[in-house]
């Protein structure tokens, strides 16, 4: 069965850092998005990606979140500067088209120290 | 943010069905209900989808009203696997699933 592939599983970084969270989405699914879920709390969504371009961000996705899909098969979130209260999992998620279910990785948990 | 409301926990004995309501009185005629669940801290786990008809696939049964103000997601014979945060959603639009707090349902052997 196709799946969704994220790396690191575990991403332990220093305040101030920059990290990088990578995401393999499906192969012909057209629709990139990445969640996050602080420790007990609900699953968040911060940015939708289509067609090379952001379609939809939370006001969580502030100017430190960025996204690139740089060579048609990856799909990054970065953070530029981590703060402590970027510590959560990150989820990548993907679907194929409008209506379709949607493909979640198994996550990245940050831990910014 | 989310159009459902769901009870935060439930309790099923394993073997029995487990019956997971979700009221989404607001959904406009467009919109799906949708369900995922999510084991422990693991990723979201597509269970099943509908528009107005009642479906089944290999995991579960979605029982939707006529009047598509609620629906009911039935797994037939809970295992202690299915233990979970169980999400019901509607969306009509593909740029986002936006998840409230869901049920949380306990297997009980």
């Known amino acids: 069965e196709p799946e969704v592939t994220q790396t690191p599983s575990h991403q332990v970084t220093q305040m101030g850092q920059e990290v990088i969270l990578r995401c393999v989405p499906i192969?012909?699914?057209?629709?990139f998005y990445w969640y996050r879920q602080i420790l007990g709390q609900k699953v968040e969504f911060l940015v939708s990606f289509y067609n090379n371009e952001i379609s939809e961000k939370s006001e969580i996705f502030d100017d430190q979140f960025s996204v690139e899909r740089p060579d048609g098969s990856n799909f990054t979130l970065k953070i530029r500067s981590t703060k402590l209260e970027d510590s959560a999992m990150y989820f990548c998620?993907?679907?194929?088209?409008?209506?379709?279910?949607?493909?979640f990785g198994q996550g990245t948990r940050l831990t910014v120290v | 943010d989310a159009k459902t409301t769901q009870p935060p926990s439930m309790d099923c004995a394993e073997g029995r069905a487990a019956n997971l309501p979700c009221n989404h009185s607001?959904?406009?005629?467009?919109?799906?209900v949708y369900w995922y669940r999510q084991i422990h801290s693991q990723g979201p786990q597509y269970i099943i989808h509908g528009l107005k008809n009642n479906e089944t696939n290999e995991m579960a049964s979605l029982i939707i009203t006529e009047d598509r103000k609620s629906s009911t997601l039935i797994l037939p014979h809970a295992t202690l696997r299915d233990t979970a945060v169980y999400y019901c959603i509607v969306e009509t639009s593909y740029d986002k699933v936006i998840f409230g707090p869901g049920t949380s349902l306990s297997v009980i052997p």
């Open positions: 998620a993907s679907i194929v088209d409008g209506n379709t279910e949607a493909f």
């Open positions: 192969s012909n699914h057209l629709y």
């Open positions: 607001t959904i406009s005629g467009n919109e799906y």
